[in-house]
């Protein structure tokens, strides 16, 4: 008998590569919006955000080629390439963010801004989320309630209860909840300060995206963050997911919540699949950072992955994508809003620019949540082509974050797909 791909990952890589879906897809190849499968059969991606100018963008593809037959070493020469996309790079921020250190990954990323916030700060203790990731590293993972650590979580990591617009804290959306959240934020602070930590930071996506992207007012996280700089802490903004232009009407979720983080972590779409993260922050806390810690990164900032970071920049600039995230994203809300009149499982509709989805639920006037039923819709899309994943505290979000070249005619793909599968699946756990 021949041994199947998922028999042979089982046998060689263990059980540590989950996959999506009941019967995962194999795929070959990739292009724009769409995915090709070992049989030929062609999908509509509406979840990858890292090809984020679109599947193998032939500029993107030309710079790592070009840039990998040229030159590509380690970090320790002289290469005009990080150079002149850490100027591009830091020309999209605010002027005091003007510093960039390059990784390989978001979660390298994080784990450098969780140091940098010790340096500058003094202090050790952090606060995130109860209902996030933010990355792999022993330190990140802290932050990242997936399973808890062996051991337990350490001593100088704290957390307030992840926001959530459809059931806000107190009872009250927008500004009430805001001043709920401060609240449980100071209340943090003032523990870590009891047991000698002080505060270092308070690490957060301004989008909230592994929470379950609650639907948040401007503004609404200002009275959090005086708090946190009342104790002396700075703010992480976790760009990874939110970030380059995907929310539509801003280029960084930060400037779209209204405020303004010490430090900035990127990754995911940076380099439209090429394995890249950064740290950006202001010359003063890159000093000491340098002070406190011995830091080196081999691959970090490498000649091939900055001209893929440079290549994908350029297009989301020259191709108007940021502008496409909000005309095609404000469509696809729409476009969800009208369906969920129809469907009275999509309890709630959320999002910005090409970051939206639905929150899935038995009963409207309970809002109890349907996970299985969720899961159950996402296979359902897979099997008609499209698709996307579901994610969020009680796993009944469905997720879309398409690449930034999707279409009108993509989202009306994934509307009536998705009316066709919600017809045809019982909302029953
Ligand atoms: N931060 C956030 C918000 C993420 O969602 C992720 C990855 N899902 C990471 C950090 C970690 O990025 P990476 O997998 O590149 O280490």
């Not at 959530?164 to 927008?174: H, T």
């Not at 380099?271 to 806390?285: K, M, Q």
């Not at 011995?294 to 994908?312: D, E, H, I, Q, R």
Request: glycine share 10%; aromatic share 8%.
């Amino acid at each position: 008998m021949t041994e199947t791909l998922i028999d042979k990952r089982a046998r060689l890589l263990g059980p540590n590569i989950p996959t999506f879906y009941d019967d995962p897809v194999h795929l070959v190849k990739g292009e724009g919006v769409w995915l090709w499968d070992k049989d030929g059969r062609k999908y509509l991606d509406c979840y990858n955000n890292v090809p984020h100018v679109g599947h193998c963008h032939p500029k993107v593809v030309e710079a790592i080629c070009k840039q990998a037959g040229t030159l590509n070493t380690h970090t320790r020469y002289l290469h005009d390439g990080i150079v002149d996309y850490a100027e591009r790079l830091t020309a999209t921020f605010d002027a005091s963010l003007d510093n960039v250190l390059m990784t390989c990954t978001g979660s390298e990323a994080n784990d450098v801004a969780l140091r940098m916030a010790q340096a500058v700060t003094g202090n050790t203790g952090v606060i995130a989320t109860d209902y996030t990731y933010h990355g792999n590293t022993m330190a990140v993972a802290q932050l990242s309630q997936t399973k808890p650590p062996i051991g337990g979580y350490w001593d100088n990591m704290a957390f307030v209860p992840a926001p959530d617009s459809y059931r806000p804290l107190g009872g009250e959306a927008g500004m009430a909840h805001a001043r709920a959240f401060a609240a449980a934020v100071e209340e943090k602070i003032a523990e870590l300060q009891a047991k000698g930590h002080g505060l270092s930071a308070l690490v957060i996506c301004p989008f909230f995206a592994n929470e379950g992207f609650p639907d948040l007012p401007h503004g609404w996280l200002t009275p959090a963050i005086d708090a946190v700089r009342r104790a002396g802490g700075v703010i992480i903004a976790d760009e990874v997911q939110p970030g380059f232009g995907r929310l539509g009407s801003h280029f960084w979720g930060h400037e779209r919540m209204g405020f303004l983080p010490e430090i900035v972590t990127v990754g995911k779409p940076m380099a439209n699949g090429h394995p890249v993260g950064a740290v950006i922050a202001g010359h003063d806390t890159m000093a000491a950072f340098r002070n406190a810690f011995a830091y080196f990164n081999t691959f970090g900032g490498n000649p091939v992955s900055m001209a893929a970071c440079l290549a994908t920049l350029d297009v989301i600039q020259s191709e108007g994508l940021q502008d496409n995230a909000q005309q095609v994203g404000a469509y696809a809300k729409t476009s969800l809003q009208q369906l969920a009149d129809r469907h009275d499982s999509i309890g709630d509709v959320r999002g910005a620019g090409l970051f939206f989805g639905a929150e899935m639920v038995l009963d409207r006037d309970s809002k109890t949540p349907a996970p299985e039923y969720t899961k159950r819709v996402a296979n359902g899309m897979r099997q008609r082509g499209v698709l996307m994943n579901f994610l969020g505290r009680n796993r009944n979000v469905l997720k879309m974050r398409p690449p930034l070249v999707f279409s009108r005619a993509n989202v009306d793909q994934v509307i009536e797909t998705l009316d066709t599968v919600l017809t045809e699946t019982p909302v029953t756990e």
